[in-house]
């Protein structure tokens, strides 16, 4: 049976990853790769992580990005970038190339696009040409940078984004004048400070004249001052730039982004503060979760190579024996363990990169949803609401005929509905809502864990600071990224919102069905146990919202997080694994048409088939786990609880085969061929 040749390359990825047509979105891979795998791994192999301090050789970095075209990447082309259109997948592939290395090379390329984040998503168009053209890079000038001040030295390092110490009060505001604010700002953590021009900074009100929170541009060069503060004593993420900064500043009202208007008398920001954080959060979480996934399958390559090295230069071997050739790839549990820190990166890729093209459909679909919106007469956050709101049945048939086989569609229908941005963007925002969170919980949870297992295959070796793929390094700072814009539990928080809406329930009943008719037809790739698993989870969802518990209360609430955040660990494997089954059926059937990959699919395939089913037996076992202790440990005397058992036997009977599956993905790592070294310096 053919097996595992070499590992997968970019032809394969392209296919799995759905950028084999973007030219543009492979050259960004490409710069991104030079410039990860040479001068950001020369700086960590020379030790440049030791310093908390922003040094000459980590500013190097910055032109680095600039030349490579890193730093234009979440431009416009009439802004100094070069890719046309939605960036939401282009910055998670530059994200995850640099990571492969280095996740401080990564922040620090991002930290600019965050700061210009809130810019992008709800300022003015002055302000978003404005400001996004300074930050391009110039033959004539250097580019603008930024950083986005929002957390606060506030008990505990301001984990609640939605309390403020600083504060903006009115300063002047002469008749006929523009008003001229003073802005009180202390942050904690604030990525990009060494460097910064500008900072777009959360602050509060501090004025009866200025009605609401808001998110205001602030400069080097405003009168006041602009004090980059003290490095933060981070023990993570060396390579990026991080202080607590002190800012008090006089600067014009102009400065608040997306504009303010004046009613009897005040000032009234077109947006507050937590506004804008929620349009920023909403996608930029997506790079971040990647960045935890791009090491482990950093992981694969230094982890094989050090199995099949590790008995050699001794008397304990010759050369040409089984322990010379294989060392510990003699034994399955070395080969088996490493088998599933592959398919936990597969799926984590499989799900953040699905969802960064996700939002490349919704950033188009919101804007033409608000100038029809704005047609109709709908306006402020409360009129989409309730305009959304009345949309909510025409989604759910949107979505019901949008995983409709295309032979028993409704073609014409179906036509219509899509037509429409307002129930489409409903549609794709519901699972928006969801993947979002999902990934950013999922992704860097989740991997952090399994970070720590390639780790240790790597033995001893493994917590050295000269192990081979920085692998130490690389654990350490998934450490932070479980945190960064917001820790698990803010995910799972919002998951406890989003994935109870009717419309995203209707995704699930589609999922299920999608994955067991993909079980009916590759049974291999244990789509079975994913659609089980769904089931399973869709019972349980089921029984929460109808129950309540011997005291009469709802066991499904959004504060009840003993129920909602378990019940949303259970929902984010099975999404992943989903997503990872799609990307192996993607590949074999666009794999054909690719010469170079043709040549060695049915290897390719033989292996992402078997992983993925190892992937989707642990995302279905866990759910079991997981919602079995929610019905049976809520359940009351007289709790009808038919239905559950039976889905939990099926989950259970959509293992079979799982256990050959293991062992064949095992033995394939004891042939795939790998390099003689590896391709950036230890």
Known sequence: METLRTLPGDDVRQIMWRYADRFDLQMAVQSARSVARGVVARMVADGVRHSHEWTEQ?????????????????LDPHQGGFIEGPKNMALSLVAFELSWVDAGAATCSLANNLALSPIHERGTTEQRDHYMTLCAPSPDRAPWRGAFALTEPIPYVGVDTGVLTGKVRVDSWE???????????????????????????????????????CIIILEETDPGLFDRGA???KMVH??????????????PASRIIGGYTVKDGSI?????????????????????????????????????????????????????????????????????????????????????????????????????????????????????????????????????????????RDTARFAALDADPVVRFQALEAEAGVLCPACKLWNTGHGATVMREAVALMGGYGITEDCPGFLFHKWNDTQLEATYEGPECVQRRQLGITMASEI?????????????????????????????GLRLWKQTFDFLCANKDADG?????????????????????????????LDVLELAAKGPENPMVAEGLEGYMAFFNDIARMQAARAAGEAARLCSGLVHGYATPDADLAAFGPLRQELDKSLAGLGLARERAGAALTQVMIPEALDYPM
């Open 58 to 74: 980590k500013d190097s970095l910055l032109k680095a990005f600039d030349e490579a075209g890193i730093t234009a990447v979440f």
């Open 175 to 213: 008749d006929g004048q523009e008003p001229i604010l003073h802005v009180e700002k202390r942050g904690r953590f604030i990525t990009g400070m060494d460097f910064a021009n500008y900072a777009t900074a959360a602050v509060d009100t501090a004025d009866p004249r200025i009605k609401s929170s």
């Open 231 to 233: 490095p933060t004593l």
């Open 238 to 251: 060396q390579l990026s730039s991080t202080r607590d900064p002190v800012f008090n500043l006089k600067v």
């Open 268 to 408: 009234v920001p077109n947006y507050s503060h937590s506004e804008v954080i929620a349009a920023v959060f909403h996608r930029t979480r997506v790079p971040v979760a990647l960045m935890t996934t791009a090491k482990l399958l950093s992981a694969i390559e230094p982890v094989i190579r050090y199995q099949r090295t590790r008995f050699r230069g001794g008397d304990a071997c010759g050369e040409g024996s089984p322990k010379f050739d294989l060392g510990l790839q003699q034994k399955q549990d070395a080969v088996i363990r490493l088998a599933d820190v592959w398919a936990a990166g597969e799926a984590g890729a499989s799900l953040g990169f699905a969802t960064a093209r996700l939002f490349d459909h919704l950033d188009p679909t919101e804007k033409a949803k608000d100038a029809a919106m704005a047609a109709n007469g709908v306006v402020g956050v409360r009129g989409q609401m309730m305009a959304l709101k009345k949309v909510q049945p025409q989604a759910i048939e949107y979505v019901n005929l949008l995983f409709t086989p295309e032979a028993d």
């Open 504 to 532: 995203f329930q209707a995704y699930v009943d589609n999922y299920i069905a999608e994955m067991d008719r993909v079980a009916g037809t590759h049974p291999e790739t244990g789509a079975a146990s994913v659609a089980a």
């Open 553 to 581: 209360k709802k066991l499904y609430h959004s504060n009840r997080q003993a129920v909602t955040f378990p019940l949303a660990d259970a929902l984010c494997p099975l999404i992943a694994s989903r997503l990872f089954i």
